[in-house]
């Protein structure tokens, strides 16, 4: 029976020689986009675009975001947008907030008592999907 030794290069080797999928390479590529126009919106409106306290867009923003920032493709600007909206601090934000607000960071309009109970079933929604899971942990962990 021979054995097989296998170096490190060997494997570093093996490793180059993989390719990878279509499917993952083009996510990757979004994934990166996403990360840049996150970046880019944070650095030029760290107020709105803000990681903690997130203010509440105005309806509409992504018709300003396509003409300032063209070199985006405005599906990933709309796909950003609809991640961004559903982030549990800026689902927070809508339920205490009374104005949504423009770029400029000026309120604009009244948040509608739809949208406000929108972010509140979305909310309950995603800490019920949190709470199940750490159930679920907590059972396995008991089982182990």
């Not at 203010?55 to 300003?64: A, Q, T």
């Not at 985006?72 to 339920?95: A, C, D, E, P």
């Not at 009244?110 to 995603?126: C, G, N, Y």
Request: net charge positive; aromatic share 8%.
């Amino acid at each position: 029976m021979k054995v097989e030794t296998i170096t490190l290069t060997d494997l570093k080797e093996r490793e180059d020689q993989k390719k990878i999928s279509p499917k993952r390479e083009a996510w990757l590529k979004r994934k990166a986009q996403l990360k840049a126009l996150r970046k880019q919106l944070n650095a030029d409106f760290p107020e709105i675009f803000d990681y903690v306290e997130p203010k509440p867009l105005i309806c509409g923003i992504h018709n300003e975001l396509f003409v300032r920032y063209p070199q985006y493709s405005r599906k990933l600007i709309r796909f950003f947008l609809g991640v961004w909206t559903q982030n549990k601090s800026y689902l927070q934000m809508m339920l205490s907030a009374a104005n949504r607000v423009n770029l400029d960071n000026k309120p604009v309009e009244p948040i509608s008592d739809v949208h406000k109970e929108r972010a509140k079933e979305l909310l309950e929604k995603t800490n019920a999907k949190k709470t199940s899971k750490e159930g679920t942990n907590v059972a396995a962990n008991t089982q182990a």
